[in-house]
Each structure stands twice: as structure tokens, then as C-alpha cells.
């Protein structure tokens, strides 16, 4: 069978254990008493535990809830026991490092390892590839060697639902291995301690380097900043900080009110300066005509006016209280353009004031602008060093916070651990426990021999079985030839002289398979050839020619393998004249013989031609076959293999059949399968293929009980057909 590319059903798992059974067998004894010998040689363990409670220290002045949890952490404790740093503590402990060779076969020895470790130098040695004990002694001290082991031996094994771990030491001696166990625990304990001061050491001289640097930072930056205060006179910075901008933005609301003055006024004197000389135009200017004293003189005006209209009707124009009051108009109207002229320089006089104090306010206003910026920028450069003053101080106090808390932190215990219960002197060896052992290396062995059976099962590409045989290369077998015992006689008159036998069964078998290959009836001319040689084609060939004589066809058995040519050997036939001195232009008159028995007639190949190849395609070779399917019922050939020369494939086209013969165990299908292809190259009819020399006792063949069973002539032992 194939393993992994068809469906494997249980049965066809016991059939291969069944098939290699004496595999299985030998495996299994042979690993067993190993076993037993293993269980029965190694020298007895004992085993010193020490429990300890171990638990994460908490400090809950510096750590929160959160940074407690640790999933690493038992782990990672678990490690730090079974660690060389541990392995050397102990050694110095116990004073190993002094006498370490009364102890050291005590801590090595025994065990399965140890025994193993045993055999295994034994084996080196034996090679002669045993280390050199002395040049490793050299390299490396033999305390250091004891510590590693010892460490290789600590077995660590946490208590489930608990903080509690156990450590365990197994040793021959087993006072030595409570002595381990207990030591183990107290070194585990120093060295956790150790590495928290260690550890706390380092980091405070590193802390303290560091803080002296970040304190001269920070005294630089201060000394940097006072400096610049002081040259800046940043003390006042706060007040200026606060009215600058005040004075900033009334200076501005009074520079636009002067400026929009100061433009008013401008156009007002502009308008009038253009009609100073035009009384009556400037008259109606608003701000002329407003003017107090101008409306008097219009007040006055108009009563004159109206004094002259009413002297008019008494006076005549020379009346002298007439011409006084003419006279007096005049003068009034006089002063009133002078008045106006007075009232167009008062406006200029009041622009010329605006304009000078915009001009002032805006002087002002550009001071203070300029301080503004300046001081921004002052304010700017101190936040700077204000804050690297201030970096600068958290950092050292950081520091210096650390330091402390290293300080009162140093003489804790990272990790809490109690020795809750110390190891004892056992009292019994619990290794090796031997029912155990015997137990599991019965069942490795068992698994051992089965599992190597279906690895040379997976390995075999061999032909074995007809069932496997048509699923992988897709053919009919034909028949199955059970394995022949060379001591019955030779396997070609098997069948002619034992037809009662199981042997002569397979083969009549053959014959029937044969006559029902085709539905109108056996082919008149079959071609028996093989992948390659020694597969048992010329005893197939002879047997089934004899079996179908046995059924009254007259059966014609030609010799057509002309480089090996074998059937006038098991005939006992003259070979001076056969098949290849026919066709190289004989008459043919000796090349017919009589067979055996009845209904048999032989063609020998007759002498070894140096053209082979050629003379089986010539014509006459196939008017000879033409020529002779009249007179005979079945023509059987025997031709060389196929995958040797290219005899067969030439023959092939001239018969009607042909029966491709491998030999169980020895043919691989890679050349079954090569085989049927160079067939089907030729177009040549192949009937099917038929498994020679099967070994039906130790096969999984399913006919095993039956064909070994029946028949007169039982077939017991065989060799090969």
C-alpha cells in the first residue's frame, strides 16, 4: 500500500504489521530487554525537597497596584534556581570546591541519564572518540564543572493554585540530596539579595553622577538668568509688563482724534483762505458764520440799515443825521470784513495747533511702540531661560528623588521568599520507579517496531499486491504467481508435472483470465514480456502455454528472446535450428518441434543472431505469425524485457495481446510504469499484467488461506518460480 494518497482503512494497517511481523518482533524484544536491562542495572535515586513560598515584594510607597502584576515573573524566579550562579553558591556552601571528587559521582551518577551517559562513553571510547578528561580538566575548573551539573539537576515544580514551588535534587546518595535541595533554596534566597544590592549599587552611583552634572546645569542656568535680569532690569518687568500697553493704546486713541481734527481743520482753512477776499462767500462759511462777534456787527448793520430807511423819510441825503448814520453803516461794514478776516486766521492758528500736536502724539506713540516691542522680546529671552532654569531644576530633583527612594528601598527584598518546609534525608530511592519503566519502554518498543514497519512499508516501491498494483498504475492483473520451492522441481514443469498443484492452480487461473480478456474469447497471439529481467516472463510464458494445451488448444510456443534465449533449456530441445535461422532465410523445416504433451508445439530461437532487433521486425517474422495463427488456436512468445533492448516493443505490434510479467519485492512500479508507457508508445494491445513469485503466506494478499489450502499437492515452501 501507499501510505497518504488513497484511503487507508484500519484493516490495511494490521496488514502491514501482520506482513512484518517478524520486524515488529525482533524491534520489540530486542528494545525490551534493553529495557529490562536498563531497568535492572541502573542504581537507585533519591530525592531531597525543599519547599519554598515565593511571592513578588510590594512597596506601596513607590508602586502602584498595576506595576505588581508581572506574568514573567514566577518564571523567570524558576530560571534563577536552577541558574549556574545558583550551581556555584551551592558548591562553596557545601565546600564541593575543596573535595569535589567524594561528591561528584554522588551528583553525576545513577539515573537513567547517568547510565546512558555511561554506555555512551563506553561507545566513545570504544571509537576511540572518549574526551580527553585532562585537557578539559585544564580548560576549565572542576568546581565549575560540579556547579553546571548540579544546576542541570535542579528540578523546579510549582504547586497549582499556590505561590509555593518545590525544588527538587535527586542524587545516589541521598543524604547528599537533601543537602542540594536545602542548599539550593538558601543560595537562591543570598543571590536574589546579592543582585538587589548589586543592582541598587550601581544605580545610585550612577543616579549621584548624574545628579552632580544636572546640578552644575542647573546652577549655570540660574547665574544666567539673574544676569540677565539684572541687566535688564527685569525686577520692574511686571509693572511695565502692565502699563505699556495701557499708555500704548490711549496714545493711539488720541493720535486718530488729533489727526481727524487736525484733517478737519485743514479743509475748513483751506475752504477759507480761498475767500478771505470775498467777504460774502466767506460769510457763509459755518464756522465764519457762527462766530459771536460777526453776528453782532450783523445785528448792528441791520439796525443802521434800518435807522437810514427810517431817516430817510424825514431827512434828505445831505441831512447831517442822515450822513451820520450813512457814515456809521460804513464803518460797520468795515469792521465786519475785518472781523471775518480775523475769524479765517483764528481757524488757521487752531490748524496749525492740531497739526502740531498729532505730530507730538505721534512721536509719543512710536516711543512707546518701540518699548513695547523691546520689552516683548526681553520677555521672550527670560521665559527662555526661565525655563531651562526650570528643566534643569525638575531633572535634579527627580534625581535626587530617586536617590532617596534607592536609599530607602536598598535593604528590601525584591522578592519575598520563606523556606516553608526543609528538605529531610529520604528514606527510599524513588528512581527508578521499574514498574514505570518497564511499562513505557514496553510500549516504546511495541510503537518502535510498528513504527519502523510502516517506515520500510512507506519505503517499499516495489510491486506487492494486485490491489495496490491496478490503483497505481492502472492496469488489470491478470494473475498472481505464488512463490515456487525449488526443492518441488524445476518451476517451468510445474505446471505439466503437478496440474493438481496450487502453483498449476495460478497459473489455470492465468489461462482463465486470459480467455475472458477480450469478449469474443482468448487473443489468437499473446506477447509475454517483462519491465526487466529475472520477473519470471519465460517460466510465465512456458506455464501458461502448457495450461492452455491442457485445456485442448493447440498452443504454439515461440522463443522469440534471441539474446537469452531459455525455453530449449527447459524442454530439453535441440537449439541448432529455431526462430532466428528461419527468419535469417531457413526453410523452416526444423522449426516446428514437438512439445512436451499434447497439443504443444515449440519454435526454439535457435541460434544467437548479431542482428536481433532486425530480424524480429522483418516481414517475414510477421508473415511467419500471420501464417501460423491459421494452424493454432494460441500462439504464445516469451521476448526479452522491455526496458533492456527494444525486441519486445517491436513484437508487441504483431500480437494480438500482450501480458506484462513483474516479480513481487522486486520490480519497482517507477519501472512498471515505464514500462506500460513505452507499450502504449507503440500503440501495442496490452492485456494486462501478471505478479510472479508472490509469497502468499507472508503477504497481505487476501487468496493467502485459500491457495495455500486446496489442491492434492500442497505447496509449502518456496524459492522462486
Given at each position: 500500500?501507499?501510505i497518504?494518497?488513497?484511503?487507508?482503512?484500519?484493516?490495511?494497517?494490521?496488514?502491514?504489521?501482520?506482513?512484518?511481523?517478524?520486524?515488529?518482533?525482533?524491534v520489540f524484544?530486542?528494545?525490551?530487554?534493553l529495557?529490562?536491562?536498563?531497568?535492572?542495572?541502573?542504581?537507585?535515586?533519591?530525592?531531597?525537597?525543599?519547599?519554598?513560598?515565593i511571592?513578588?515584594?510590594?512597596?506601596?510607597?513607590?508602586?502602584?497596584?498595576?506595576?505588581?502584576?508581572?506574568?514573567?515573573?514566577?518564571?523567570?524566579?524558576?530560571?534563577?534556581i536552577?541558574s549556574?550562579?545558583?550551581?556555584?553558591?551551592?558548591?562553596?556552601?557545601?565546600?564541593?570546591?575543596?573535595?569535589?571528587?567524594?561528591?561528584?559521582?554522588?551528583?553525576?551518577?545513577?539515573?537513567?541519564?547517568?547510565w546512558v551517559?555511561?554506555v555512551?562513553?563506553?561507545v566513545?571510547?570504544?571509537?576511540?572518540?572518549?574526551?580527553?578528561?585532562?585537557s578539559?580538566a585544564?580548560?576549565?575548573p572542576?568546581?565549575?564543572?560540579?556547579?553546571?551539573?548540579?544546576?542541570?539537576g535542579?528540578?523546579?515544580?510549582?504547586?497549582?493554585k499556590?505561590?509555593?514551588?518545590e525544588i527538587?535534587?535527586?542524587?545516589?546518595?541521598?543524604?547528599?540530596?537533601?543537602?542540594?535541595?536545602n542548599?539550593?533554596?538558601?543560595?537562591?534566597?543570598?543571590?536574589?539579595l546579592?543582585?538587589?544590592?548589586?543592582?541598587?549599587?550601581?544605580?545610585i552611583?550612577?543616579?549621584?553622577?548624574?545628579a552632580?552634572?544636572?546640578?552644575?546645569?542647573?546652577?549655570?542656568?540660574?547665574?544666567?538668568?539673574?544676569?540677565?535680569?539684572?541687566?535688564?532690569?527685569?525686577?520692574?518687568?511686571?509693572?511695565?509688563?502692565?502699563?505699556?500697553?495701557e499708555?500704548l493704546?490711549?496714545?493711539?486713541?488720541?493720535?486718530?482724534?488729533?489727526?481727524?481734527?487736525?484733517?478737519?481743520?485743514?479743509?475748513?482753512?483751506?475752504?477759507?483762505?480761498?475767500?478771505?477776499?470775498?467777504?460774502?462767500?466767506?460769510?457763509?462759511?459755518?464756522?465764519?458764520?457762527?462766530?459771536?462777534?460777526?453776528?453782532?456787527?450783523?445785528?448792528?448793520?441791520?439796525?443802521?440799515?434800518q435807522?437810514?430807511?427810517?431817516?430817510?423819510?424825514?431827512f434828505g441825503p445831505?441831512?447831517?443825521?442822515?450822513k451820520?448814520?450813512?457814515?456809521?453803516?460804513?464803518?460797520?461794514?468795515?469792521?465786519?470784513?475785518?472781523e471775518?478776516?480775523?475769524?479765517?486766521?483764528?481757524?488757521?492758528?487752531?490748524?496749525?495747533?492740531?497739526?502740531?500736536k498729532?505730530?507730538?502724539?505721534?512721536?509719543?506713540?512710536?516711543?512707546?511702540?518701540?518699548?513695547?516691542m523691546?520689552?516683548?522680546?526681553?520677555?521672550?529671552?527670560?521665559?527662555?531661560?526661565?525655563?531651562?532654569?526650570?528643566?534643569?531644576?525638575?531633572?535634579?530633583?527627580?534625581l535626587?528623588?530617586?536617590?532617596k527612594?534607592?536609599?530607602l528601598?536598598?535593604?528590601?527584598?525584591?522578592?519575598?521568599?520563606w523556606?516553608?518546609?526543609?528538605?529531610?534525608v529520604?528514606?527510599?530511592a524513588?528512581?527508578?520507579?521499574?514498574?514505570?519503566?518497564?511499562l513505557?519502554?514496553?510500549?516504546?518498543?511495541?510503537?518502535?517496531?510498528?513504527?519502523l514497519?510502516?517506515?520500510?512499508e512507506?519505503?517499499?516501491?516495489?510491486?506487492k499486491?494486485?490491489?495496490?498494483?491496478?490503483?497505481?498504475?492502472?492496469?488489470s492483473v491478470?494473475?498472481?504467481?505464488?512463490?515456487?520451492?525449488q526443492?518441488?522441481?524445476?518451476?517451468?514443469?510445474?505446471?505439466?508435472?503437478?496440474?493438481?498443484?496450487?502453483?498449476?492452480?495460478?497459473?489455470?487461473a492465468?489461462?482463465?483470465?486470459?480467455?475472458?480478456?477480450?469478449?469474443?474469447?482468448?487473443?489468437?497471439s499473446?506477447?509475454?514480456t517483462?519491465?526487466?529481467?529475472?520477473?519470471g516472463?519465460?517460466?510465465?510464458?512456458?506455464?501458461?502455454?502448457?495450461?492452455?494445451a491442457?485445456?485442448?488448444?493447440?498452443?504454439?510456443?515461440?522463443?522469440?528472446?534471441?539474446?537469452?534465449?531459455?525455453?530449449?533449456?527447459?524442454?530439453s530441445?535441440?537449439?541448432?535450428?529455431?526462430?532466428?535461422?528461419?527468419?535469417?532465410?531457413?526453410?523452416?523445416?526444423?522449426?516446428?518441434?514437438?512439445?512436451p504433451?499434447?497439443?504443444?508445439?515449440?519454435?526454439?530461437?535457435?541460434?544467437?543472431?548479431?542482428?536481433?532487433s532486425?530480424?524480429?521486425?522483418?516481414?517475414?517474422?510477421?508473415?511467419?505469425i500471420?501464417?501460423l495463427?491459421?494452424?493454432?488456436?494460441?500462439?504464445?512468445?516469451?521476448?526479452?524485457?522491455?526496458?533492456s533492448?527494444?525486441?519486445a516493443?517491436?513484437?508487441?505490434?504483431?500480437f494480438?495481446?500482450?501480458?506484462?510479467?513483474?516479480?513481487?519485492?522486486?520490480?519497482?512500479?517507477?519501472?512498471a510504469?515505464?514500462?506500460?508507457?513505452?507499450?502504449?508508445?507503440?500503440?501495442a494491445?496490452l492485456?494486462?499484467?501478471?505478479?510472479?513469485?508472490?509469497?502468499?503466506?507472508?503477504?497481505?494478499?487476501?487468496?493467502?488461506?485459500?491457495?495455500t489450502?486446496?489442491?492434492?499437492e500442497?505447496?509449502?515452501?518456496?524459492?522462486e518460480?
Open positions: 500500500m501507499q497518504g494518497t488513497q484511503d487507508v482503512h484500519l484493516r490495511d494497517y494490521l496488514r502491514i504489521i501482520n506482513k512484518r511481523r517478524v520486524l515488529v518482533a525482533s524484544l530486542g528494545g525490551f530487554l529495557v529490562i536491562l536498563a531497568a535492572f542495572s541502573m542504581t537507585p535515586q533519591y530525592k531531597g525537597s525543599t519547599r519554598l513560598l511571592e513578588k515584594a510590594a512597596n506601596a510607597d513607590f508602586q502602584d497596584e498595576s506595576s505588581r502584576f508581572d506574568p514573567y515573573f514566577y518564571s523567570t524566579q524558576y530560571e534563577l536552577q549556574d550562579a545558583v550551581g556555584r553558591r551551592v558548591v562553596r556552601m557545601l565546600g564541593l570546591d575543596s573535595e569535589p571528587a567524594s561528591l561528584h559521582d554522588a551528583a553525576i551518577s545513577g539515573g537513567l541519564g547517568g551517559t555511561s555512551m562513553k563506553l566513545k571510547n570504544g571509537f576511540g572518540m572518549g574526551d580527553d578528561e585532562s578539559s585544564k580548560i576549565e572542576q568546581s565549575e564543572i560540579l556547579a553546571r551539573q548540579i544546576s542541570a535542579i528540578e523546579v515544580s510549582p504547586s497549582r499556590s505561590r509555593i514551588a527538587n535534587y535527586f542524587s545516589t546518595d541521598p543524604e547528599f540530596a537533601a543537602q542540594v535541595a542548599s539550593v533554596a538558601q543560595a537562591y534566597i543570598e543571590e536574589t546579592e543582585m538587589k544590592l548589586n543592582f541598587t549599587r550601581i544605580t552611583d550612577w543616579m549621584t553622577r548624574k552632580e552634572e544636572e546640578g552644575a546645569k542647573l546652577e549655570v542656568a540660574e547665574n544666567r538668568l539673574q544676569q540677565y535680569m539684572v541687566e535688564n532690569n527685569i525686577l520692574t518687568l511686571g509693572d511695565r509688563m502692565t502699563v505699556t500697553p499708555q493704546s490711549q496714545l493711539s486713541s488720541d493720535l486718530l482724534q488729533t489727526e481727524s481734527r487736525r484733517r478737519e481743520l485743514e479743509a475748513l482753512y483751506a475752504k477759507a483762505s480761498s475767500v478771505i477776499n470775498q467777504p460774502e462767500l466767506a460769510e457763509a462759511l459755518p464756522a465764519v458764520a457762527n462766530d459771536p462777534s460777526l453776528q453782532m456787527l450783523r445785528s448792528q448793520i441791520l439796525q443802521a440799515e435807522l437810514i430807511l427810517d431817516l430817510s423819510n424825514k445831505k441831512h447831517p443825521t442822515m451820520k448814520a450813512v457814515s456809521d453803516l460804513a464803518s460797520l461794514k468795515n469792521k465786519k470784513k475785518l471775518i478776516k480775523r475769524i479765517i486766521a483764528s481757524i488757521g492758528n487752531e490748524y496749525e495747533l492740531a497739526r502740531n498729532e505730530e507730538s502724539l505721534q512721536a509719543q506713540f512710536n516711543q512707546t511702540q518701540g518699548e513695547a523691546n520689552l516683548n522680546q526681553k520677555v521672550v529671552q527670560y521665559a527662555a531661560l526661565k525655563r531651562d532654569v526650570d528643566a534643569n531644576r525638575q531633572l535634579y530633583d527627580a535626587m528623588l530617586k536617590i527612594e534607592q536609599s528601598t536598598q535593604d528590601t527584598q525584591p522578592v519575598n521568599v523556606i516553608v518546609e526543609k528538605a529531610t529520604p528514606t527510599f524513588v528512581k527508578p520507579n521499574k514498574k514505570k519503566f518497564l513505557g519502554g514496553f510500549v516504546g518498543c511495541l510503537f518502535l517496531g510498528i513504527a514497519a510502516f517506515f520500510i512507506y519505503l517499499d516501491n516495489t510491486v499486491s494486485p490491489e495496490e498494483t491496478e490503483r497505481r498504475l492502472g492496469i491478470l494473475g498472481v504467481i505464488s512463490l515456487w520451492a526443492e518441488q522441481g524445476e518451476v517451468e514443469n510445474a505446471v505439466s508435472e503437478s496440474p493438481r498443484s496450487a502453483f498449476a492452480e495460478n497459473y489455470k492465468l489461462r482463465a483470465a486470459v480467455q475472458l480478456s477480450k469478449p469474443e474469447g482468448a487473443p489468437k499473446i506477447l509475454i517483462s519491465p526487466g529481467p529475472s520477473a516472463k519465460t517460466t510465465t510464458a512456458v506455464n501458461l502455454a502448457t495450461a492452455l491442457q485445456s485442448e488448444k493447440k498452443v504454439l510456443l515461440i522463443d522469440a528472446d534471441l539474446r537469452k534465449p531459455r525455453v530449449h533449456k527447459v524442454f530441445k535441440s537449439n541448432k535450428h529455431g526462430l532466428s535461422s528461419y527468419l535469417s532465410g531457413g526453410d523452416g523445416k526444423q522449426l516446428l518441434q514437438k512439445g504433451i499434447e497439443n504443444l508445439t515449440l519454435i526454439t530461437a535457435g541460434p544467437i543472431p548479431p542482428n536481433p532486425e530480424l524480429l521486425s522483418s516481414k517475414r517474422m510477421a508473415q511467419m500471420e501464417d495463427s491459421a494452424n493454432y488456436d494460441v500462439i504464445i512468445c516469451d521476448s526479452p524485457p522491455l526496458m533492448v527494444s525486441d516493443r517491436v513484437l508487441s505490434n504483431l494480438e495481446g500482450t501480458i506484462l510479467v513483474v516479480r513481487a519485492h522486486l520490480t519497482p512500479f517507477d519501472l510504469r515505464k514500462a506500460i508507457k513505452s507499450l502504449a508508445d507503440v500503440n494491445p492485456l494486462g499484467m501478471v505478479i510472479n513469485a508472490i509469497e502468499l503466506k507472508k503477504s497481505d494478499y487476501y487468496y493467502n488461506d485459500y491457495y489450502s486446496y489442491g492434492d500442497p505447496e509449502e515452501e518456496s524459492v518460480s
